[in-house]
């Protein structure tokens, strides 16, 4: 049973079509890593399945909820579906404790101390307990990422959307949030991570998309898509990042 | 002797300050509204609130704020049923003077917050009202607060306009008391000083509040 179902999925800005035709099943505890070009729709795809995005045409449901409905209680679904953004988007008037305890409160009417419990037990998760007093600003680019993971899962999502998550990283930072990611997926989190971190997507990915000029050119399990890629894209692709 | 003079002055000067802090304090709380108002207007995703915010700002914008207050104080008041007295007509004209340009810096201040921000906070699943007031306009405050406090000033100084309709504001009792003691010169120069102080103070409450909000 799929928890994500991508229909005809088409989105313009203006005249430009980012994404022409896409079509993908997730299954729930699947780990899928979306990789490709920059420019190849692969971060507008992930921001259309949380409707970050407006969806121009074509039908996406997640967890048996057409999106695209009007009718549908967008706010609802975005709760059990977490984001993590490449340049982090913490909020920065607000320490790491009222930045993860923030949505659990105002959004599923957390008492404050059940959020402040809850916190606690995903910022030790990440590693980061000693930091819940400190601001973002304090903190290096790594354990910021981690952090907006941990504000994430603290509204217990069933999918995690992760758009280039380390990105933006000092390299050294890089393995620590990978760490973070790789337990969650052990955890059985849906996940689907757009990514250019190829090392990741083989070793965590249980099937890798690889997109360009906003298609979906080839999908496979990592071993098979790495190593035996069918199409020209694809190996051109990988060619110049492996 | 003549100090004697200038000091049987001084408390009609401050009974003016009265009424010219009691105007300026109502109307910058309620123009500060006003403008909030509109700039949520202005930036709302249904066109015809985009329209009705900018033609008030364009409005106030670009007309002398003595033509607005005549047009409050003598133009509406001549209307039926309506009627009010020239304190009410200040502080409205004031007010909506004010209004229109926080609206402004209130935009401006919004836009200025880095769109991830409310993504971040829409994708977990805040809603857009909740969004605004956790997230985006607690920061967007912190950057206006230079620019609030300026238009404030301005707003104070326009106040002395008002003694033109008859309020008897410090600009208002100045006038009294310079015909009155003939001493043009000295009760000038002590109206300016008194708006000088407050306007400094002013400031120092507004440096006070920026380095308590500006640092976190």
């Known amino acids: ?242 | 002797m003549r100090v004697d003079i200038i000091s049987a002055a001084f408390p009609y000067l401050m009974k003016g300050l009265q009424v010219t802090l009691y105007i300026f304090i109502i109307a910058i709380i309620i123009g500060f509204i006003i403008g909030l108002v509109v700039a949520l207007l202005r930036l709302a995703p249904i066109k015809p609130l985009n329209w009705i915010a900018l033609i008030f700002i364009n409005a106030i914008r670009g007309t002398p704020f003595l033509v607005q207050l005549f047009f409050i104080y003598f133009g509406l008041n001549s209307l039926p049923f309506i009627s009010f007295n020239s304190t009410t007509a200040g502080i409205i004209t004031v007010a909506i003077n004010a209004g229109a340009y926080f609206a402004e810096i209130i935009r401006a201040g919004i836009q200025s917050i880095d769109r991830g921000q409310s993504e971040a906070a829409r994708s977990l699943g805040l809603t857009g009202f909740q969004n605004m007031y956790h997230i985006v306009l607690p920061q967007a405050f912190r950057r206006m607060l230079p620019t609030i406090t300026n238009q404030s000033i301005i707003s104070l100084k326009d106040t002395s306009l008002l003694s033109v309709i008859g309020i008897a504001d410090l600009t208002q009792q100045g006038e009294i008391q310079s015909s009155a003691t003939f001493e043009a010169f000295k009760i000038w120069l002590i109206v300016g000083i008194i708006y000088f102080i407050v306007i400094y103070l002013l400031t120092l409450i507004a440096n006070f509040l920026e380095r308590r909000f500006v640092l976190r």
């Open chain 1, 1 to 242: 049973m799929s928890i994500i179902t991508v229909k005809n999925l088409k989105k313009s800005f203006g005249n430009l079509e980012v994404l022409k035709n896409i079509n993908a099943e997730i299954k729930e505890r699947e780990v899928v890593c979306v990789i490709g070009p920059s420019g190849s729709g692969k971060s507008t795809f992930l921001r259309c399945l949380n409707r970050l995005e407006e969806i121009t045409d074509g039908h996406v449901i997640i967890d048996g909820q057409d999106i695209t409905d009007p009718k549908v209680k967008i706010n609802e679904v975005r709760q059990e579906v977490g984001m993590v953004f490449q340049q982090f988007n913490l909020f920065p008037h607000k320490t790491v404790m009222e930045n993860i305890t923030l949505a659990p409160m105002k959004v599923r009417s957390s008492s404050k101390d059940e959020a402040g419990t809850k916190a606690l037990e995903l910022l030790d998760k990440v590693g980061l307990r000693e930091k819940a007093e400190s601001y973002p600003e304090q903190l290096s680019g790594g354990q910021k990422q981690r952090v907006a993971i941990a504000r994430a899962l603290a509204m217990e999502p069933k999918i995690m959307l992760f758009d280039e998550p380390t990105s933006a990283l000092d390299p050294e930072m890089v393995g620590d949030v990978l760490e973070v990611m790789k337990q969650l997926a052990k955890e059985g989190m849906t996940m689907v991570v757009v990514t250019h971190e190829m090392g990741f997507a083989r070793e965590v990915g249980d099937r890798v998309l690889f997109m360009d000029g906003g298609y979906i050119m080839e999908e496979n399990v990592p071993s098979e898509l790495f190593n035996n890629p069918t199409h020209e894209r694809t190996k051109a692709f990988l060619s110049k990042v492996l």
